[in-house]
């Protein structure tokens, strides 16, 4: 995939009894590696087969400790340059409008932050109130509106997906109602990834779906964390504290779906109470004043290094 990256590795292993490791580092590797997505490539792929010497074989056992040392050894180099480079969070809402979105859309003016919105067009056209919300979010530039189908599967997610070529006609639908600008896609009930070089697939119910979406010109995306809360009362499942550590380890352990890069996922209804809007605000908060993440739109991600 990245032959020019592969090629330029200098690391040789010699053979003989243990393994001598001879390499330009990857932190100098990185040095006069530009290329985009480098740091990524190593960060997935982090061993290159060794050039073994037939006249001393080695044992399966030294081998695989070698793989686990290597395997080791870049992640923990590639962690260090990533770790100098920016980081991207992405709040994503779904199953709006719905009460609560009028609030985020408030919020996310009120803290200068990008959100991204994935719509249920069924919803905005359940009361004249939720159609105005639909609106707020169009006509907010911090506000990115997506595609989570029109019925939302009638949360009957294994009998949407039986049949891909309804399924389909949903979201279209659901884009010709809402006037939606972006191929962007999330599954009802499904973390469901395929963009660029990526599929990845939670429940094989709705890969077709999903592979037909992707076959006609859309990405789909899922998330790597999930908050929820209350929507009544407000009271968190997770606390505030909670989430933003989950965040937290999921960029610095590189264990997001994209490194540097992490997906939050939360539910428009969450936020329908004081209480719960205080969560989000504060949530907000403690990124801004603790981290440097930025706040991004999913058309813009995943940000590779
Ligand atoms: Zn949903």
């Known amino acids: 995939m990245n032959t020019k990256a592969a090629s330029s590795l200098t690391d040789t292993v010699v053979v003989d009894s243990s393994f001598v490791i001879d390499s330009t580092s990857v932190v100098k590797d990185t040095a006069v590696q530009k290329e985009k997505g480098y740091l990524t490539e190593r960060w997935r792929n982090p061993v290159q087969v060794p050039v ?19 395997r080791r050894r870049v992640r923990d180099s590639v962690t260090q340059e990533l770790d100098k480079l920016p980081k991207h969070v992405y709040f994503t809402f779904d199953d709006g409008p719905l009460i609560g979105s009028s609030a ?12 991204n919105a994935f719509l249920v067009g069924r919803h905005a056209n359940m009361s004249k109130r939720l159609k105005k919300d639909l609106q707020r979010y169009k006509d907010n530039t911090l506000v990115e509106c997506y595609n989570h189908s029109y019925t939302h599967a009638g949360n009957r997610f294994n009998t949407f997906y039986s049949n891909p070529v309804s399924a389909y006609e949903d979201f279209e639908k659901n884009e010709l109602d809402l006037e939606l600008k972006h191929k962007i ?24 779906t999903a592979d037909m979406l992707y076959t006609n010109g859309y990405k789909i995306y899922g998330w790597d964390v999930e908050w929820r809360i209350h929507s009544a009362s407000g009271k968190p499942v997770q606390s505030v504290e909670e989430i933003y550590t ?20 939360m539910h428009d209804d969450m936020f329908q109470s004081k209480k719960g809007q205080q969560l989000l605000s504060s949530l907000i908060d403690t990124i801004q004043t603790t981290t440097d993440y930025k706040f991004e739109f999913i058309s813009d991600y995943p940000f590779r290094y």
Request: aromatic content about 6%.
């Open 52 to 70: 073994l010497d037939t006249l001393n074989p080695i044992s399966k056992d030294s081998l695989a400790r070698f793989v686990r040392l290597e």
């Open 104 to 115: 985020i859309d408030s919020i996310s003016k009120a803290k200068n932050i990008k959100i």
């Open 185 to 208: 896609v999330r599954l009802p009930g499904r973390n469901i990834w395929i963009y660029d070089d990526i599929r990845r697939i939670d429940l094989k119910s709705g890969a077709s």
């Open 246 to 265: 989950r965040i937290r380890n999921y960029m610095n352990n590189k264990s997001s779906m994209e490194p540097n890069n992490v997906v939050l996922l």
